[in-house]
C-alpha cells in the first residue's frame, strides 16, 4: 500500500514537499514515481529506477527533486506554477530499464494528494 502526504493550496512561487510511504515495504529494487492528474490527462512528473537513474518530464526539470531514502519517496517541488495544480500520485512497480520510465503504466499507486497552485 502507497499512501500519500503533503499536498495542499500555496501560491504561486512557493514550494512543497510530497511524501509517500510504502505500507511495510521498502523500495529496493522498484521502479518509483511521482505522476500528476489535471483533468483527464495524467502525466509523469518524475520517476527514479532502482539504480538511482532519475527522468523527468520537462515542465518540472530544474524546479523538481525526486528521492527516495528506505520506504519513503519524496518530490521536492520549488518555483510552483499554476499549471502544477492537480492530483498527484506516487507510483511503483518491480520493473527495470525502459519499463521504468515516465511513460510507465506501474503496477502499484496510492490515493493521491490534491496540490493547488494559486496566482
Known amino acids: 500500500q502507497l499512501i500519500e502526504s503533503g499536498g495542499q493550496s500555496v501560491q504561486a512561487g512557493g514550494s512543497l514537499k510530497l511524501s509517500c510511504q510504502a505500507s511495510?515495504?521498502?523500495?529496493?529494487?522498484?521502479?518509483l514515481g511521482w505522476f500528476r492528474q489535471a483533468g483527464l490527462q495524467r502525466e509523469g512528473v518524475a520517476v527514479i529506477?532502482?539504480?538511482?537513474e532519475i527522468f523527468y518530464a520537462p515542465s518540472v526539470r530544474g524546479r523538481f527533486t525526486i528521492s527516495k531514502d528506505g520506504g519513503h519517496l519524496y518530490l521536492q517541488m520549488d518555483s510552483l506554477k499554476s499549471e502544477d495544480t492537480g492530483m498527484y500520485y506516487c507510483a511503483a512497480d518491480y520493473v527495470s530499464g525502459s519499463w521504468c520510465s515516465l511513460g510507465a503504466r506501474l503496477e502499484y499507486w496510492g490515493q493521491g494528494t490534491q496540490v493547488t497552485v494559486s496566482t
Open positions: 529506477d532502482s539504480d538511482g
Open positions: 511495510g515495504h521498502s523500495f529496493s529494487n522498484y521502479c
